[in-house]
């Protein structure tokens, strides 16, 4: 199993009755990775997560982790993969922190002293231990987050799904998530998560996965994102995206803050407009407009 990819999609497509999320993805993410998965609200993100999970079935084409088919294997999927989404709806409110966690490990087979062991370690390991008795719904929106992070470590899963770990948290929650996921790569393991703040995560990501219209690719990020950073300025563009256009480039190159109507990258200000202009025409961005935070009011 170690020479398999953590994951891979093969023409996998999402649909939800006549409409169709996802167009066929293909793509392989390998093992030992930290991967953000990037794109507009909407896009499919949260979509593709589901889909490694195993919890949304490609309506064709197919979906592996670690060799295990998510149609054919999903009980063995889901002892390989641990996930968190939309921690609000995932708990029990009148249970306590540990009894959720508690719960979840009962319906994996998972209980007695070693089971409790386990929960102490996620609970202290995410900064939960002093809640731990604590009702879920008395938890603040971060420390639910963190918790939901902790479920997805139960079963110290070989990959890891996230939806938005570091969104609601505090610069020490944000801290604790990113301590999280790169000790997982340095344990050999890999963790998907969707996210709009590339500022928490560009000093660890090995590859990006970006969604946009449907279409979903991969990019190997290697080094890029962890070079020391100079002084940079923020260009703000708006545009449309060419059906051909493919954006990983960009967002493997630049951080980037992907809003409803726009995308805001971090440019070195050693790099022209016309080079960062130049670039996303190459990558299939139509530009419309644009604004740079060194000379306001640029347009096209």
Known sequence: MTDLPAIEMSDAVARFGPTTVLEPVNLTVPRRAAVPVLGPNGAGKTTLLRMVSGTVVPASGTVSVLGLCTRSEWRAVSRVVGSSFYPERAFYYRLTAVQNLRYF???????????????????????????????????????????????????????????????????????????????????????????HQLADVQDFVTHAITVSAGVATCTEVGDSMAEEPGPVRVVRIWGHRRPDGDLSAIFATYEADIGEDCIALSVPTSVTLARVVAELEEAGLTVSSLEDSATVGVSR
């Open 105 to 195: 490990q009962s319906l994996a087979g998972s209980v007695g002293v070693p089971a409790r062991h386990v929960r102490k370690a996620v609970l202290d390991r995410v900064g939960l231990g002093p809640v731990a008795d604590v009702p879920f719904m008395a938890l603040s929106l971060g420390q639910r987050k963190l918790l939901g992070v902790a479920r997805a470590l139960l079963l110290d899963p070989d990959v890891m799904v996230l939806d938005e770990p570091f969104a609601n948290l505090d610069d020490l929650a944000r801290e604790v998530v990113a301590t999280v996921v790169t000790d997982r790569l340095r344990e050999g393991k890999t963790t998907l998560f969707s996210t």
